[in-house]
């Protein structure tokens, strides 16, 4: 399967401030990556599809100018907590999207546990 | 809406019992079914999947089984061992790439 990174593994904020989290694919070229969120002892909850090369799409509920995401690369996809608050505190999870012989295998990265403080 | 139902929400088994989880799906259209395994602070890890067009996978001490008709499905893990204590999901998607996810499962295998 898919490799996939993320930097930072956790991070810690001010209120207010913004953060970047970064979701690499380190072996396979991602056309589509998706970003979730996680709160303890819950499912994980899409927040975004991630094109490459387009807009993504986000899901209803998520503030598409609280939670920037950018999929400039076939290998990277960032997204952005703008103005960071305490209930934005959560695991962030980013998955690669591929596709062969009609397989639609997400593969995760390792996760990003943002607090603010 | 769509969505899937998984159970147990908690499961405790003695190492080398089998544990069984199920989930049930709500879209007749889901032909994708994978199953996750999520150990305490790291993303899910893809164990098994299985297509509609097929009954039973096996890999090893997992299985996944799927009725189509009752719009089930199950994870099979023989002789556990305490390493397979971890967060189990359930995922469904009908081939657009949006999963729906189970509420997850603890499965905590005692020594």
């Known amino acids: 399967g898919a490799v996939v990174s993320q930097h930072p593994s956790r991070v810690i904020c001010k209120s207010g401030t913004s953060v970047k989290i970064e979701c690499r694919s380190l072996?396979?070229?991602?056309?589509?990556m998706f970003w979730y969120r996680q709160f303890p002892k819950q499912s994980l909850m899409l927040m975004a599809t991630s094109n490459e090369g387009s807009k993504a799409t986000y899901e209803q509920g998520v503030e598409k100018d609280k939670f920037l995401i950018n999929h400039a690369s076939l290998t990277l996809s960032t997204l952005t907590v703008t103005s960071a608050h305490p209930e934005d505190s959560s695991f962030y999870i980013c998955s690669v999207g591929t596709s062969g012989a009609s397989t639609d295998t997400q593969y995760f990265g390792p996760g990003t546990r943002l607090t603010v403080l | 809406g769509e969505n899937v139902e998984q159970h147990p929400s908690t499961l405790s088994v003695q190492e080398g019992d089998s544990a069984v989880i199920k989930c049930t799906y709500s879209d007749s259209a889901s032909n994708y079914f994978p199953w996750y395994k999520q150990e305490l602070g790291k993303g899910p890890q893809l164990i098994i999947d299985i297509r509609s067009n097929v009954g039973e996978k096996k890999d090893q001490r997992i299985a996944v089984t799927l009725n189509k008709t009752a719009k089930h499905f199950s994870l099979h893990i023989t002789e556990t061992q305490p390493e397979d204590s971890a967060v189990y999901f359930c995922?469904?998607?009908?081939?657009?790439?949006?999963?729906?996810f189970g509420t997850g499962t603890r499965l905590k295998v005692l020594a």
């Open positions: 995922a469904a998607t009908s081939g657009t790439y949006k999963y729906i």
């Open positions: 072996d396979f070229q991602a056309t589509t």
